[in-house]
């Protein structure tokens, strides 16, 4: 199967949900993204910073970049000025500082709060428990120049589809929790990202709003 051939099954079967697809084109070359953006597709997705903007730089602009990647603090600015999404903000320190950069850059960056549903240990992402209180406690307030879109979980890495289900659906649960409570006047809670190749039809069942398809579109990475 082609790349594009793929991409198209996926854009049909997301075809009247309210699901998008982030194509996620990590390891894979410029020629081959070229391949899925010459059928009209324009959101990718890359996990390095360097890679990132390595690719930002050599492919058509009106791509629309999104980092899904853990993000250091200290490379915010290498992408503050043209990502059109951080899907894995894990921190308030890290959001500060996407928030200095949005500044400097006279823009607005679309985010992700990461949580931490898995049962792999993770240094990444929010507990569950604690997200809400902070929120609530106004934490993300401060950010005016950091929308904050919504949330972002990996389920654990398994083939127990029940795991995968019970993971996403509590990920679900906490966003219309804080998508219902959010007083804050950078909260636009609308994006729910989860679902990847392994997972993605649970994740479609139980409400995902972005899945972030890679392997199953560009094939296995090197
Ligand atoms: C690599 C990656 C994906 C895509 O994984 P596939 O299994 O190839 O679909 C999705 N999300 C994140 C955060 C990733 O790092």
Redesign the pocket.
Known sequence: MSIASNLNQFQEYLDGTCCKL?A?S?TKTESEIMEAYNTGFRRF?E?LVQELKKKQHLLPKDIEWHM??HLQTNKVKKIAAFVSMI??VDSLKLAAEINKQAVLNKRVIPCLLQVHIAREESKFGFEASDLLDLIKSGAFDGFAQVKIAGL?G?ATFTQDQELIRAEFRKLKTLFEEIKSTATGKNFDFTELSMG???D?QIAVEEGSTMI???????GA?N
């Open positions: 982030v996620v990590k997705g996990n899904i990647g899907h894995g972002m990996m990847m190749s392994n993605y972030r398809v890679g392997s199953s579109i560009f990475r």
